[in-house]
């Protein structure tokens, strides 16, 4: 295999400079058939795996260049992490948001001292707004995905997974714009070099295993994306970066219809009393549809559980 563009010595560095905040989340045996762990960054701080990229990304800045403060745009996770970095710092911090973001997400940026800015969803708006806030007001941009600096700090999570049970035979990965499969390959092909990545996407938002299947990344409308419920998930292309890694460390893509996600969240709440937003369902969605019949090796298997941030309404319809 050749080099990846993020190394392994580089995601080992970003867990240096995040452990003081973004402490490691535990795997949490599920009560299924086989040994099935979730890995679950729902416990993480800001109640999803953007912390650690987030995170890592301004602690890398120099100091002079954080002091001026940071952007982002986010449907809501990694905003919440690029607010808390900056809190951490004591560095301004503007989030732009799409208008039909989940309110719980929204109030909870807010709520960690950071400037809310609402814009249309489509990918082009979200970048061209947040672009034009780093101008105007010398900010600088911490992409949601799309960078070595992300793209390491979500790897650490591959880092806890190997440390916590080296005989793990395939990790499930929830899929959006990349940053965190991209990661989690970064830190365990090397490691692990049999070990089996699958990617798990919404169908409604399945770009990904299309740029898979085809061998180029590929863009799906806004329009499509943005109806799925897994809103953490609604990009319409995975990062360049990240697709790059993915081509050379995941295995598979499978693609999850809108109920079973939703059910998957539910049954997380009944039987293993863990509170799951949608898209932190789309792995234990894709092995209980039984999408991944076939694709996975003998062995433990980790179901990665992106986030807990689930909008009070939706966690009232599944009790």
Known sequence: MPPLPVSLEEVRAAAGRIAAVAPPTPLVRLPLDGAIYAKAENLQRTNSFKLRGAFNFLSSLEPATRARGVVAHSSGNH?????????????????????????IKVERTLALGAEVVRCEDSKEERARVAAKVAAERGLTLVPPYDHPWIVAGQGTIGLEIEAALPEVANVLVCVGGGGLIAGIGSALRPLLPDVRIVGVEPALGADA????????????????????????????SLGALNFAIVRETVS????????????????????ARLVVEPTGALTLAALREGLVDGLLAPGPT????????????TLATLV
């Open 79 to 103: 905003a919440q992490g690029v607010a808390y970095a900056a809190r951490h710092f004591d560095v301004p911090a503007v989030i732009v948001i799409p208008h039909d973001a989940q309110p």
């Open 209 to 236: 295993g299309e740029s898979f299947a085809r061998g180029e990344l590929v863009s799906w409308p806004a329009d499509k994306v943005t109806s799925t419920i897994a809103d953490g998930a609604r990009t319409q």
């Open 252 to 271: 598979a893509f499978v693609a999850v219809e809108e109920g079973a996600i939703l059910e998957a969240a539910r049954w997380y709440l009944q039987h």
């Open 302 to 313: 980790v179901l990665l559980v992106s986030g807990g941030n689930i909008a009070p309404d």
